[in-house]
């Protein structure tokens, strides 16, 4: 019994996937078990992978020899024998075959930091089959084009062994969908899409392509759609109503119409501390006694390799397999228990009216998904660092971090900011307020002018240059007398002056000519002056006189100590 045609009906208009820039490579390796096993055989003959399947010993992994032999997978053993009578066989390991595919996709790192795994891990027969998905989106110039990038992992790919090599197939579209099936059934072993034409390229593929289900498969055979094409020809309500939803969106996502995000595989975290419980918790006080003992194996770990924390993550499973996540960034790097603790202690507290545990949380895990090297500080061998029981203590860079790190739990990170060097000439651009979070790192990445004397700064500086009412003996000399918030001043000594430029490309950056920001257009003259009473004063002339202004303003901009 067939099932009834689809009624046949005016064609919707395919739309056409939008250039978005993104390029995705699907790897896939059809005899990746066999070609990758350890058992010791001849890569000329047919060799196959064996293993329970259905009740009957069938062959589960093939080389390239086994199938132009007729094999094929799923093959009962009985069957292959009598087809190939001295065929090589080896028992399967399809975790074996796993570890080594996702060794393979940490290898592949070298082209994109973004390897995914295959959506579709097993084929219609229930066996495994193995692919990777790469993002090479603004990598493939890095290697000569992407058809190079392709030939590149070929090339290195067939010297995996000096006795074997590992069979790939390959394609480079604009989507997920597309290069998955263009990677299974295209006519070529290396198939590159251009952007934007995805579905030119996919619509004569057949409809397997598509990553259907096999009950999805039967019944596109069944109504007698060959093709992507023929499927898409009729409304998606009619598909929806027919198939489900789920051939309509994978057609969708293979025509670069809807979106897919990429799985990608993460390397195992160094520092790991993880307790399974025999029963559910929900209350907050025992959750936090089970955090600090996570903690104390953490920190075990890290101070056995001179690491310290800089980024913690908790992971709370409850009984019905939900996964609660909580995540603490550290402004310093931290090996204390007890610090940690109290993070998440405060943490946990201010989640205690909407956390919900569900019928309670039996698995805790926790991460330090972000370690750097640390130092441990010289103890003090005198008994005062004995006093009170307490045989070490917190240096000052250490005991400032954890305050940091009080204050951001409590206020927030973008509350709680330090200055850090910035690269620019102009003084009250030369310093910009990041969080303490990120203030470490940013320090070290930022440049510092190395022309400037920091005496020549004042320690004290105004937030915004306050202009004031000079006398000068010349335009363009130093000030003799100046009048700064109604008191006035008579200048005994000047320096001066330093000269600064505006920064050039402040206009190309759609900085204001106008306004507040025009003083950051013209040339400073900066001078450090004394007046009667001693008091010292950083000041400036805004614009050079004749040149940039006829009116030159002056300003103060800070003071000496």
């Known amino acids: 019994m067939t099932a009834a045609p689809l009624p046949p009906k005016p064609q919707e208009p395919l739309l056409t996937p939008s250039l978005t820039g993104r390029r995705i490579v699907a790897l896939w390796f059809p005899h990746w078990a066999a070609e990758t096993s350890r058992a010791d055989y001849d890569a000329t003959q047919p060799f196959a992978l064996i293993d329970m399947h259905k009740n009957a010993q069938r062959l589960v992994g093939l080389n390239e020899a086994a199938g132009i032999a007729g094999l094929y997978p799923a093959m009962t053993l009985p069957d292959a024998r009598a087809l190939v009578p001295d065929v090589q066989t080896a028992m399967a390991d399809p975790q074996d075959a796993a570890a080594r595919l996702q060794k393979c996709a940490y290898w592949l790192q070298r082209y994109t930091p973004w390897i995914g795994e295959d959506t579709m891990p097993q084929t219609a027969d229930g066996l495994n089959d193995y692919g990777l998905l790469l993002d090479i989106s603004g990598c493939a110039h890095l290697f000569g084009g992407e058809r190079a990038l392709l030939e590149d992992i070929a090339t290195r790919l067939a010297a995996y062994r000096d006795d074997r090599a590992v069979t790939m197939r390959a394609a480079i579209a604009g989507s997920i969908g597309a290069a998955w099936?263009?990677?299974?059934?295209?006519?070529?072993?290396?198939?590159?899409?251009?952007?934007?034409?995805?579905?030119?390229?996919?619509?004569?593929?057949?409809?397997?392509?598509?990553?259907?289900?096999?009950?999805?498969?039967?019944?596109?055979?069944?109504?007698?759609?060959?093709?992507?094409?023929?499927?898409?020809?009729?409304?998606?309500?009619?598909?929806?109503?027919?198939?489900?939803?789920?051939?309509?969106?994978?057609?969708?996502?293979?025509?670069?119409?809807?979106?897919?995000?990429?799985?990608?595989?993460?390397?195992?975290?160094?520092?790991?501390?993880?307790?399974?419980?025999?029963?559910?918790?929900?209350?907050?006080?025992?959750?936090?006694?089970?955090?600090?003992?996570?903690?104390?194996?953490?920190?075990?770990?890290?101070?056995?390799?001179?690491?310290?924390?800089?980024?913690?993550?908790?992971?709370?499973?409850?009984?019905?397999?939900?996964?609660?996540?909580?995540?603490?960034?550290?402004?310093?790097?931290?090996?204390?228990?007890?610090?940690?603790?109290?993070?998440?202690?405060?943490?946990?507290?201010?989640?205690?009216?909407?956390?919900?545990?569900?019928?309670?949380?039996?698995?805790?895990?926790?991460?330090?998904?972000?370690?750097?090297?640390?130092?441990?500080?010289?103890?003090?061998?005198?008994?005062?660092?004995?006093?009170?029981?307490?045989?070490?203590?917190?240096?000052?860079?250490?005991?400032?971090?954890?305050?940091?790190?009080?204050?951001?739990?409590?206020?927030?990170?973008?509350?709680?900011?330090?200055?850090?060097?910035?690269?620019?000439?102009?003084?009250?651009?030369?310093?910009?307020?990041?969080?303490?979070?990120?203030?470490?790192?940013?320090?070290?990445?930022?440049l510092v002018n190395p022309l400037v004397d920091a005496a020549a700064r004042p320690l004290f500086m105004l937030c915004a240059p306050e202009p004031i009412e000079v006398i000068a003996e010349i335009p363009e000399g130093a000030p003799c007398r100046f009048r700064w918030r109604r008191v006035l001043h008579e200048v005994t000594t000047a320096y001066g002056p330093e000269r600064i430029s505006p920064e050039w490309w402040g206009g190309l950056m759609g900085e204001s000519h106008t306004g507040a920001q025009n003083h950051n257009r013209k040339t400073r003259d900066y001078y450090r002056v004394e007046d009667m009473q001693g008091h010292r004063f950083w000041l400036y002339r805004d614009g050079l006189y004749e040149r940039e202004t006829g009116n030159p303003r002056w300003f103060m901009h800070g003071v000496f100590p």
């Open 181 to 446: 099936g263009l990677a299974r059934f295209a006519a070529t072993d290396l198939s590159i899409v251009p952007e934007g034409q995805d579905a030119e390229a996919v619509l004569p593929l057949p409809p397997a392509a598509l990553r259907l289900n096999p009950q999805h498969i039967d019944l596109c055979q069944r109504l007698g759609l060959d093709t992507i094409a023929e499927l898409a020809r009729f409304p998606r309500a009619d598909l929806t109503r027919r198939f489900g939803p789920e051939p309509v969106l994978r057609l969708e996502q293979a025509l670069g119409q809807a979106g897919e995000s990429l799985n990608p595989y993460l390397p195992p975290p160094q520092f790991l501390a993880r307790k399974n419980l025999p029963q559910g918790v929900t209350q907050i006080e025992a959750l936090t006694a089970l955090i600090g003992e996570l903690c104390e194996m953490l920190v075990a770990q890290l101070q056995a390799e001179g690491q310290g924390a800089q980024r913690l993550d908790v992971a709370l499973t409850r009984s019905d397999n939900l996964v609660l996540a909580l995540a603490v960034p550290l402004a310093h790097p931290s090996a204390d228990a007890a610090h940690m603790l109290r993070l998440f202690e405060e943490r946990l507290t201010r989640l205690s009216g909407g956390f919900d545990a569900g019928f309670g949380i039996e698995g805790l895990q926790l991460v330090a998904s972000k370690t750097t090297a640390m130092t441990m500080p010289q103890e003090n061998i005198g008994l005062s660092n004995r006093l009170g029981g307490r045989l070490r203590k917190s240096t000052p860079i250490a005991a400032l971090g954890g305050l940091y790190d009080r204050l951001v739990s409590r206020l927030g990170a973008h509350v709680v900011v330090r200055p850090v060097p910035h690269a620019s000439y102009i003084p009250e651009r030369a310093v910009r307020f990041v969080s303490v979070l990120q203030a470490q790192d940013t320090a070290s990445d930022e």
